[in-house]
T-cell receptor, first 112, second 114 residues
Framework: AQSVTQPDIHITVSEGASLELRCNYS??????LFWYVQSPGQGLQLLLK??????LVQGIKGFEAEFKRSQSSFNLRKPSVHWSDAAEYFC??????????FGAGTRLAVHP | EPEVTQTPSHQVTQMGQEVILRCVPI?????FYWYRQILGQKVEFLVS????????KSEIFDDQFSVERPDGSNFTLKIRSTKLEDSAMYFC????????????FGEGSWLTVV
């Protein structure tokens, strides 16, 4: 079955610290993988995506993610977090041209 | 930058009432979706729509729900008789064409059923 697991429900980091949000997936082949961010009361904004090729993908707002097939992971990283990064982050996969399957989300809090 | 727009941003309705949530997908996109997010929970797929018909729907999308693309620009989600458990954020989304896998989301419509 297709699924996405985000093991960390809530993460708190200090401003300027590095960040890594974990995402593991279950899928029979190589999926299309996405990270979306949702600020409070807002919609879902696409941060980055992986379809094929280079396993390290760059996104907006200084985020990057690395696809590791051997670990079925697609972790999101940022070298230095800003207070404005406080939001909820969703990892998602698509098996083809249709629906996205989302993880439960990780809520990021940033301490000044 | 083109975006998916949704109206209303927030609606409060009484249980048993019909609700229509409206969406204008990005122009020239061909695939359309509705997702929902109950407060504090994950985003769940409801339905996908292509070529004027439903291409896939989830178990959530029962007979109380329907979708329509009435005029070539709007994409609506109708809930015939709302229940308390329908309270959620409903997201509309669209995708350009076959071969392009990125799905673009609107800002969502908060539905509160009282």
């Amino acid at each position: 079955a297709q699924s996405v697991t985000q093991p960390d429900i809530h993460i708190t980091v200090s401003e300027g610290a590095s960040l890594e949000l974990r995402c593991n997936y279950s899928y029979g082949a190589t999926p299309y993988l996405f990270w979306y961010v949702q600020s409070p009361g807002q919609g879902l904004q696409l941060l980055l995506k992986y379809f094929s090729g280079d396993t390290l993908v760059q996104g907006i707002k200084g985020f990057e993610a690395e696809f590791k097939r051997s670990q079925s992971s697609f972790n999101l990283r940022k070298p230095s977090v800003h207070w404005s990064d406080a939001a909820e982050y969703f990892c998602a996969l698509s098996g083809g041209y249709n629906k996205l399957i989302f993880g439960a989300g990780t809520r990021l809090a940033v301490h000044p | 930058e083109p975006e998916v727009t949704q109206t209303p941003s927030h609606q409060v309705t009484q249980m048993g009432q019909e609700v229509i949530l409206r969406c204008v997908p990005i122009s020239n996109h061909l695939y359309f979706y509705w997702y929902r997010q109950i407060l504090g929970q994950k985003v769940e797929f409801l339905v996908s729509f292509y070529n004027n018909e439903i291409s896939e729907k989830s178990e959530i999308f029962d007979d109380q729900f329907s979708v329509e693309r009435p005029d070539g620009s709007n994409f609506t989600l109708k809930i015939r008789s709302t229940k308390l458990e329908d309270s959620a954020m409903y997201f509309c989304a669209s995708r350009p064409r076959q071969g392009e896998n990125t799905i673009y989301f609107g800002e969502g419509s908060w539905l509160t059923v009282v």
